[in-house]
């Protein structure tokens, strides 16, 4: 450290990234060590894939043609579109969450240096994110017979940084056009559906159709082989920057880092009023309510019911995270709906009364976790005569709620185009939801409302539970919906038995809480 | 404990609590009911972990604790019931409005809701945060705050009401409102319990004052009583006669090596 001028971008970064360091190495032993083995498991599998990858690809050489030309513009345009949600909402929570941001601005030290090692933070993370699952993947190959295939992570860097780039713009334009109220929750909202898109998109043949799709797919391969598909000659940088071409890999990169630092350093000034304008901003959106005069909720139930639907209302993050998840239903939906209406594709019915089931108990289990794990002001409740199982009752209550008006629309739908499988769903909806907020109830984790997204606070073995347990049930959601009723009663059992053994007395879970 | 034990507003006795290191130790203490009892001491000298033992929050290792004749550690809803209390960083939810806090916390008391609402109002009046009272909490100054924790404190009228360190972060209009407000109780026949750095404060108000450190108490009484206790163990010579002269006479005397 002593060898960087203090001030500097140099100095500023390595500060940066000693925090960062520390922020990760300062975990609890037990989650890191959990953490730490997961994602072992995870590379070993993904790099025994990249092997297998690596030795098939072995002998191959890409055609630089308009098809292959194409592929890797689509790679590019699914690449960029997810950095950009990530890059977008982290830019926008720069300006919001204030850190040490107001000792860095009060010091002397120029805001372009400290907007432009902040979007390196940025920058970084993004691409460590995709180098995470594409090392594994792809290193084998490279290492196999495909050296030049390393121009694909100098494509991946030029993409990360002109996400950054683009990120930071919006942020900064969303701000000057809707001012410090509403940016951070207008940009969680687009990172959110710019993620969704990726996944609707990746769904085309799910919407469209079988034959749609398909014949969209077919008349793009035609028009590629008999040369009809027209690709303009900077459309074909992607792909040789992929294939380590000097010229088009250097001139990605160049791109990438021109429109970075161009961002970064134009923006800095920007930056620094707006990170400024945020301060006190959400104090003048607190509107007064206009006349209303209602009565209080009575009863420790009906109150603690009203302040935490109250609470999840008014969370703009939780709710777009939410709406996220629901966005996910819409293929599964589009599925049910179409094959319900024409009668016919039993199986689709009943994997999409499945998938439904599963994300019910998923969404049940994130806003559980919110009102149970996530309370703010524990200590007033634990002051309080207040018996914890009414307050619990009242808290999974305000978490199944909001499931069950999410599911009341497509299931009322449903159930006037097919009314078994309408029930069936509901039925194992409802269990499933239920059985993820008790998972919560049993093996709550104290943790920041500001964690929901990534679920940093939760227990990773609730998370764990809740994925076998929803699945179990959404298996015999689908057994049920396909008929074979006496079937769903083993996983069925399996789910009552996973219960029974997650199950924790009041003792045990108020012993845990201490310990917290 | 003996029949005249169950009219006192608080009974403590051989309270015990130890963290990594000792934190409370053998701890006796007595409030009467009606008084303004100011729990003073160094940082680190045991005062919040006694107060958070006293409202439920912590469970002491040993010893027992009696609000009104009521074992708290064998009762603890019956002793919470006719307890509040009010810590220095504000127990409220930021997206919730101060009416809409006070209608939770009242909830969780079960206060009757036509009289928790009639209360809040009161409450919100008096604090003068009326026109605050359907805005969200969010934006709201660390004294604001501290103004509608306070009101949560006392919307259900508790007989025993416990603040730490109640005027931080107030502006001086407001710690007077805070003070009156406690005085009124006091006056009213309410019991207080309160520490607090600021010993102008404890010196003003309280009627008994307990000096804590390195987990014991030090001494208890009022102030001339205090001066006296000081007076025997060395104070005053020398020093002066306040209770800023006392407390840190028998502070460092009492201050464990």
């Known amino acids: 450290m002593s060898l960087l001028r203090p001030g500097g971008v140099p100095w500023l970064l390595a500060h940066e990234m000693r925090l960062s360091f520390r922020a990760l190495t300062g975990k609890r032993a037990m989650g890191g060590v959990g953490a730490m083995i997961g994602l072992a498991i995870l590379a070993l599998v993904m790099l025994s894939g990249?092997?297998?990858?690596?030795?098939?690809?072995?002998?191959?050489?890409?055609?630089?043609?308009?098809?292959?030309?194409?592929?890797?513009?689509?790679?590019?345009?699914?690449?960029f579109t997810l950095m950009l949600s990530q890059t977008l909402a982290a830019a926008s929570e720069a300006l919001y969450e204030r850190g040490d941001l107001d000792l860095l601005f009060s010091s002397p030290i120029a805001p372009r240096t400290v907007l432009l090692v902040r979007a390196m933070g940025v920058a970084t993370g993004v691409l460590t994110v995709f180098l995470i699952f594409v090392t594994p993947l792809l290193g084998p190959a490279v290492i196999l017979g495909h050296p030049e295939w390393l121009g694909l992570f100098g494509v991946l860097a030029a993409l990360a940084l002109l996400a950054t780039a683009t990120g930071l713009t919006l942020a900064m334009f969303l701000f000057r056009l809707i001012g410090p109220r509403r940016t951070r929750t207008v940009a969680q909202v687009l990172a959110a559906l710019?993620?969704?898109?990726?996944?609707?998109?990746?769904?085309?043949?799910?919407?469209?159709?079988?034959?749609?799709?398909?014949?969209?797919?077919?008349?793009?391969?035609?028009?590629?082989?008999?040369?009809?598909m027209k690709i303009p000659p900077i459309g074909y940088w992607p792909l040789k920057a992929m294939l380590g071409e000097p010229l088009p890999l250097l001139a990605m990169l160049a791109i990438g880092a021109a429109s970075f630092t161009l961002a970064a350093l134009s923006l800095g000034k920007r930056f620094a009023d707006a990170a400024a304008a945020t301060q006190g901003a959400e104090a003048s959106a607190a509107k007064p309510a206009k006349g209303r005069d209602r009565?209080?909720?009575?009863?420790?139930?009906?109150?603690?019911?009203?302040?935490?639907?109250?609470?999840?209302?008014?969370?703009?993050?939780?709710?777009?995270?939410?709406?996220?998840?629901?966005?996910?239903?819409?293929?599964?939906?589009?599925?049910?709906?179409?094959?319900?209406?024409?009668?016919?594709?039993?199986?689709?019915?009943?994997?999409?009364?499945?998938?439904?089931?599963?994300?019910?108990?998923?969404?049940?289990?994130?806003?559980?976790?919110?009102?149970?794990?996530?309370?703010?002001?524990?200590?007033?409740?634990?002051?309080?005569?207040?018996?914890?199982?009414?307050l619990r009752r009242a808290?999974?209550?305000?978490?199944?709620?909001?499931?069950?008006?999410?599911?009341?629309?497509?299931?009322?739908?449903?159930?006037?185009?097919?009314?078994?499988?309408?029930?069936?769903?509901?039925?194992?909806?409802?269990?499933?939801?239920?059985?993820?907020?008790?998972?919560n109830v049993w093996h709550q984790k104290p943790g920041k409302r500001a964690d929901f997204k990534r679920r940093r606070g939760s227990s990773w073995f609730a998370t764990l539970a809740e994925v076998v347990v929803s699945a179990l049930l959404a298996v015999t959601t689908g057994l049920a919906v396909a008929g074979f009723a006496p079937w769903a009663t083993i996983p069925l059992a399996c789910a009552g038995l996973a219960m029974l053994a997650l199950r924790r007395s009041d003792e045990q879970i108020a012993k845990v809480l201490r310990l917290a | 404990m003996g029949a005249a034990s169950v009219t006192e507003a608080l009974i403590v006795r051989g309270l015990d609590k130890t963290f990594a290191k000792p934190a409370v130790r053998e701890l006796?203490?007595?409030?009467?009911?009606?008084?303004?009892?100011?729990?003073?001491?160094?940082?680190?000298?045991?005062?919040?972990?006694?107060?958070?033992?006293?409202?439920?929050?912590?469970?002491?290792?040993?010893?027992?604790?009696?609000?009104?004749?009521?074992?708290?550690?064998?009762?603890?809803?019956?002793?919470?019931?006719?307890?509040?209390?009010?810590?220095?960083?504000?127990?409220?939810?930021?997206?919730?409005?101060?009416?809409?806090?006070?209608?939770?916390?009242?909830?969780?008391?079960?206060?009757?809701?036509?009289?928790a609402k009639a209360r809040a109002g009161e409450l919100l009046e008096t604090l003068g945060l009326a026109s605050e009272a359907r805005r969200r909490c969010e934006g709201f100054s660390r004294g604001?705050?501290?103004?509608?924790?306070?009101?949560?404190?006392?919307?259900?009228?508790?007989?025993?009401?416990?603040?730490?360190?109640?005027?931080?972060?107030?502006?001086?209009?407001?710690?007077?409102?805070?003070?009156?407000?406690?005085?009124?109780?006091?006056?009213?026949?309410?019991?207080?319990?309160?520490?607090t750095h600021i010993l102008?404060?404890?010196?003003?108000?309280?009627?008994?004052?307990?000096?804590?450190?390195?987990?014991?108490?030090?001494?208890?009484?009022?102030?001339?009583?205090?001066?006296?206790?000081?007076?025997?163990?060395?104070?005053g010579q020398g020093g002066g006669d306040t209770l800023e002269d006392v407390f840190l006479q028998l502070t460092a005397d009492g201050a464990p090596a």
């Open chain 2, 144 to 195: 604001m705050k501290q103004k509608v924790a306070l009101a949560g404190a006392l919307i259900h009228d508790p007989r025993l009401l416990i603040l730490d360190e109640p005027l931080t972060g107030l502006d001086a209009a407001s710690a007077r409102l805070v003070k009156d407000m406690l005085q009124a109780r006091v006056d009213a026949g309410g019991t207080v319990i309160l520490t």
């Open chain 1, 50 to 79: 990249g092997v297998v990858i690596g030795l098939a690809l072995r002998k191959l050489d890409v055609p630089v043609i308009p098809l292959s030309a194409a592929i890797a513009l689509a790679c590019c345009a699914t690449a």
């Open chain 2, 28 to 115: 006796d203490l007595t409030v009467h009911p009606g008084e303004l009892y100011a729990l003073l001491g160094p940082n680190g000298a045991g005062k919040t972990t006694t107060l958070r033992m006293v409202a439920g929050l912590t469970k002491p290792d040993k010893g027992s604790i009696s609000i009104f004749g009521i074992d708290a550690l064998a009762d603890p809803a019956a002793a919470k019931a006719v307890t509040a209390w009010a810590p220095d960083e504000a127990m409220i939810y930021d997206r919730l409005t101060p009416l809409e806090y006070l209608e939770f916390v009242a909830g969780l008391w079960n206060v009757e809701p036509r009289h």
């Open chain 1, 194 to 228: 710019t993620g969704a898109a990726f996944f609707l998109v990746s769904q085309v043949r799910t919407l469209m159709g079988e034959r749609a799709s398909e014949s969209l797919f077919q008349s793009l391969a035609r028009e590629a082989a008999e040369g009809r």
């Open chain 1, 295 to 390: 009565a209080f909720a009575g009863g420790v139930f009906a109150a603690t019911l009203a302040k935490e639907l109250r609470l999840i209302l008014r969370d703009a993050s939780l709710l777009s995270q939410v709406l996220l998840r629901v966005l996910y239903l819409v293929p599964t939906a589009v599925i049910l709906s179409r094959n319900a209406g024409h009668g016919d594709g039993g199986a689709a019915l009943a994997g999409g009364a499945g998938v439904v089931v599963f994300l019910a108990g998923q969404v049940a289990g994130s806003l559980a976790w919110i009102t149970l794990s996530a309370e703010e002001s524990p200590d007033l409740l634990a002051v309080s005569p207040a018996a914890t199982r009414s």
């Open chain 2, 200 to 235: 102008e404060v404890a010196e003003r108000m309280a009627d008994r004052i307990g000096i804590i450190a390195g987990g014991r108490l030090l001494a208890e009484g009022t102030l001339d009583a205090l001066r006296a206790h000081a007076g025997k163990t060395g104070a």
């Open chain 1, 395 to 439: 808290k999974l209550a305000a978490a199944l709620l909001p499931v069950a008006l999410l599911l009341a629309v497509p299931l009322g739908l449903l159930l006037w185009l097919a009314p078994v499988t309408a029930l069936w769903t509901a039925l194992g909806a409802g269990l499933s939801a239920w059985a993820c907020g008790l998972i």
